[in-house]
């Protein structure tokens, strides 16, 4: 979850400033907040930074375009518009806004096949409309303050999601590499068909997109944050132009327009507008989760915060201006932000230099591509993607949690079966179910004594402990509201029953329930009820307030004894074994015995 503060006029970078809260339309324009403090050095960097991002963003973007089964111009023109709209009311100083893969991957079936029929022009006016709805959903969120709820998909999600887009995007891909024709609808029928089409694979393909892969990988590994695909991409150009390989049938990118895109708002016809509707709110949401968390990584780094909520409007703005110039929904990445942050981006300037860079060179260098691979771009593709299948991430979650890893591999295998964009609904819903189960089946802590101390600890993570003779005391680690409240009970119970000795008095200890409802405080009536029926006390412990408060109204001080908040477990522990060895009396704590 992205942590959500107000905006600063900190300058960036600058970690020993306290925050300082703004208000009003400074707040909705960041760069009022970060320009006053601008410095001359670091222009320079900006600048670089900004070229350097160009360099990266037109090769990648053409590869994405492409994938999302658009004109290849189109990714191009979402780094041109989004970057620049970003830069003016986003609140990150590094992240870089263009087309992404897995948002490329989900237009794809929509614009190519379900909607447009196949139709390029259609294809291209239903894009900006998915990205114009993006616009309209992600400034309603802001309008809205709704930066939270829209925080459904949980990193553990996000990480399987992740996983099967990369194999999904890969199998797209992997056809171009063996030059070959592929199909199928999703990821195993994909396999089945490039297995079916080897035999006829183009070797010259083959081996062109190859030594492009390995290129790319070395790149990669011994220039990191350089522009490498460009590189590539320049090298396959004038290879493909001096050699007779395109006699061997590599398929190539062909004519771009040349010059800046037109302004035009993309078609409004209610009945277009409701078919894109999911597929842009599945659009924002994978671009809002993926944006705030690369975000926040770059933020940490330098000590720079983010608001979550600008971020909404931020993407809204990006996406606006990306619909206006026959662009696709784009989203913040990480990939091509660390980018941006490694060449020395100091503020969203940057983005500003790269719009200018991209401007630049389709006015002048559009026609030069004409001869680029389509098999490079496919390997510029698999390269970006293989960062989204985390195989160390996927160890550590195994180790850590079986139950998170199998809810990450529900995603995974949704992806995988459904296709991406069920697959991120799938995950949206598999993320609130997983909070709901967790919500509703809460853990319930069974304390023990801690060796040599007054504390006590979870038994179950603590198998040291030294039991509570006579004595029984349960944690619910959350609030006990009306659909827990059962669940609550009948562990306890049954934890009453299946006790291996006689149980004299329950202890119900509250530090971990901020609050509780009326459903939860009815519950422990009847539970203590229930307890005395069978010869056996119940207190409550360490109640907050807003549970004392509760508690008192339903009058159950009366019946549990005084629920002062200086009342811990272990006070009633103490007591209960004064009475126990006859040091205090001669019956069980507190009412209800």
């Known amino acids: 979850m992205p942590h959500i503060i107000e905006k600063t006029a900190t300058a960036p970078g600058d970690a020993s400033m306290p925050p300082a809260p703004v208000s009003g339309w400074r707040a909705a324009f960041p760069p009022a907040q970060w320009l006053p403090g601008y410095r001359g050095a670091w222009l320079p960097r900006d600048a670089v930074a900004g070229i350097t991002l160009a360099a990266y963003a037109i090769p990648v973007s053409l590869a994405y375009a492409l994938l999302a089964g658009l004109p290849p111009q189109c990714g191009v023109y979402g780094y041109l518009a989004g970057g620049l709209f970003y830069a003016l009311f986003g609140s990150s100083r590094q992240l870089a806004i263009g087309p992404t893969s897995a948002i490329s991957i989900l237009i794809a079936p929509t614009m190519t096949a379900a909607l447009a029929g196949g139709d390029t022009a259609r294809a291209m006016d239903l894009a900006a409309l998915t990205a114009l709805v993006m616009a309209g959903l992600s400034m309603l969120a802001w309008l809205l303050r709704l930066s939270s709820l829209m925080n459904f998909v949980s990193e553990t999600i996000l990480l399987g999601f992740k996983a099967g887009a990369a194999l999904t995007i890969a199998m797209t891909q992997l056809p171009k590499l063996f030059g070959v024709k592929g199909g199928g609808e999703h990821f195993f029928e994909r396999v089945a068909v490039l ?54 049938g590599l398929p190539v990118l062909g004519e771009l327009p040349t010059g800046l895109p037109g302004i035009r708002a993309p078609s409004l016809r209610l009945h277009d507008v409701d078919d894109v509707l999911p597929l842009a709110f599945a659009c924002l949401l994978l671009a809002y989760v993926e944006g705030v968390s690369a975000a926040r990584t770059l933020a940490e780094r330098h000590g720079n915060v983010i608001d979550a909520r600008q971020e ?86 195994w180790n850590a949690s079986r139950y998170e890893f199998g809810v990450a591999m529900i995603a995974f295998g949704g992806v995988l079966v459904l296709g991406i964009l069920k697959g991120v609904m799938l995950a949206a819903v598999a993320s609130l179910l997983l909070l709901i189960r967790r919500v509703a089946q809460p853990h319930i802590a069974f304390l023990g004594r801690i060796p040599g101390t007054r504390s006590l600890s979870d038994s179950r993570h603590s198998p040291d402990n030294e039991p509570l003779h006579g004595a029984l005391v349960f944690r619910v680690e959350a609030a006990i509201l009306y659909f827990n409240a059962e669940h609550v009970q009948e562990v306890v119970l049954a934890k009453v029953r299946t006790a291996t000795q006689p149980i004299q008095l329950v202890v119900c200890d509250l530090s971990t329930s901020a609050t509780i409802d009326l459903a939860g405080a009815r519950m422990l ?12 006390a119940m207190r409550i412990a360490s109640a907050h307030a807003l549970a004392r408060h509760i508690l008192r109204g339903e009058g159950l001080e009366e019946r549990f004894g005084d629920l002062g908040r200086r009342m811990t477990s272990i006070d009633v522990l103490d007591e209960f074994e004064g009475i126990a060895t006859g040091t205090m009396g001669s019956h069980p704590p507190g009412p209800g015995r």
Do not use: H, M, W
């Open 195 to 248: 297995v079916g089409q080897l035999p006829g694979t183009n070797a010259a393909v083959l081996g062109f997109g190859l030594a492009s892969l390995a290129l790319l990988l070395a790149g990669e590994k011994l220039l990191p944050g350089r522009p490498v695909a460009l590189a590539v991409v320049v090298l396959s150009i004038v290879v493909l132009s001096v050699t007779p390989l395109a006699a061997l």
């Open 312 to 397: 909404l409007l931020g993407l809204g703005a990006a996406n606006l201006a990306v619909a206006f110039v026959q662009g696709y929904p784009v989203a913040g990445g990480l990939s091509q932000s660390s980018v941006n942050d490694k060449a020395g981006a100091k503020t969203p300037l940057a983005l500003v230099f790269a719009s200018i860079a991209i401007a630049l060179c389709l006015a002048y260098l559009a026609p030069l591509l004409r001869n680029l691979p389509n098999v490079v771009l496919a390997t510029i593709v698999l390269v970006a993607v293989k960062g989204l299948f985390d195989i160390p991430q996927l160890r550590a979650l």
């Open 525 to 536: 009536a009847r539970l203590q009820a229930q307890l005395q029926a069978a010869g056996i």
